[in-house]
T-cell receptor, first 114, second 117 residues
Framework: GNSVTQMEGPVTLSEEAFLTINCTYT??????LFWYVQYPGEGLQLLLK???ADDKGSNKGFEATYRKETTSFHLEKGSVQVSDSAVYFC?????????????WGAGTKLIIKP | DTGVSQDPRHKITKRGQNVTFRCDPI?????LYWYRQTLGQGPEFLTY????????KSRLLSDRFSAERPKGSFSTLEIQRTEQGDSAMYLC???????????????FGPGTRLLVL
């Protein structure tokens, strides 16, 4: 079945460092791909998404490109801030025609130190 | 747009008791989802409604779990005869889905944290 694998955390970086959180997926069709973020004490929020191959999603300085050839959707940010500390989840939607559920990675906790 | 709300935010119960959670989706959203999240894991799909119709149930949803969305607006999730393994965060999400799209964004509520003693 479909699945999402993301790098284990925690990832600890200093402020202004470059961030990459790896995400790879297995899917039989052409899913949409999502990054959600969960700040401490808050609910899941959509960070960015891409719905077809080679699309780039971007928001708040974060970017991710839908790479079908490598089945990846890595999250990047050029200069992280303390306020980016959160848990980041990569997810994919089940292919169209099904129940549209999101299939999730286990999450990567990001800690940014000043 | 007031967002997705869930009630209660926290619930502590004794093993064997029944509990019911409520979710109010974003008003114009036709799709509603329930997920369960345990510590250190991503959410797991439980069930899905399109309007008032429950179209999919995960095999994770045992017979002790039941969900309703009677008028296509709010939804309830009931767990009967709770077990300690039911302790988790229960998340509700809603989306405005177009037919056969699968690309829409799901908006999540804050969750209900259940602890079964």
């Amino acid at each position: 079945g479909n699945s999402v694998t993301q790098m284990e955390g925690p990832v600890t970086l200093s402020e202004e460092a470059f961030l990459t959180i790896n995400c790879t997926y297995t899917a039989t069709g052409y899913p949409s791909l999502f990054w959600y973020v969960q700040y401490p004490g808050e609910g899941l929020q959509l960070l960015l998404k891409a719905t077809k191959a080679d699309d780039k999603g971007s928001n708040k300085g974060f970017e991710a490109t839908y790479r079908k050839e490598t089945t990846s959707f890595h999250l990047e940010k050029g200069s992280v801030q303390v306020s980016d500390s959160a848990v980041y989840f990569c997810a994919l939607s089940d292919p169209p025609g099904s129940n549209y559920q999101l299939i999730w990675g286990a999450g990567t906790k990001l800690i940014i130190k000043p | 747009d007031t967002g997705v709300s869930q009630d209660p935010r926290h619930k502590i119960t004794k093993r064997g008791q029944n509990v019911t959670f409520r979710c109010d989706p974003i008003s114009e959203h036709n799709r509603l989802y329930w997920y369960r999240q345990t510590l250190g894991q991503g959410p797991e799909f439980l069930t899905y409604f399109q309007n008032e119709a429950q179209l999919e149930k995960s095999r994770l949803l045992s017979d002790r779990f039941s969900a309703e969305r009677p008028k296509g607006s709010f939804s309830t999730l009931e767990i009967q005869r709770t077990e300690q393994g039911d302790s988790a965060m229960y998340l509700c999400a809603s989306s405005l889905g177009e037919a056969m799209s699968g690309q829409e964004t799901q908006y999540f509520g804050p969750g209900t944290r259940l602890l079964v003693l």
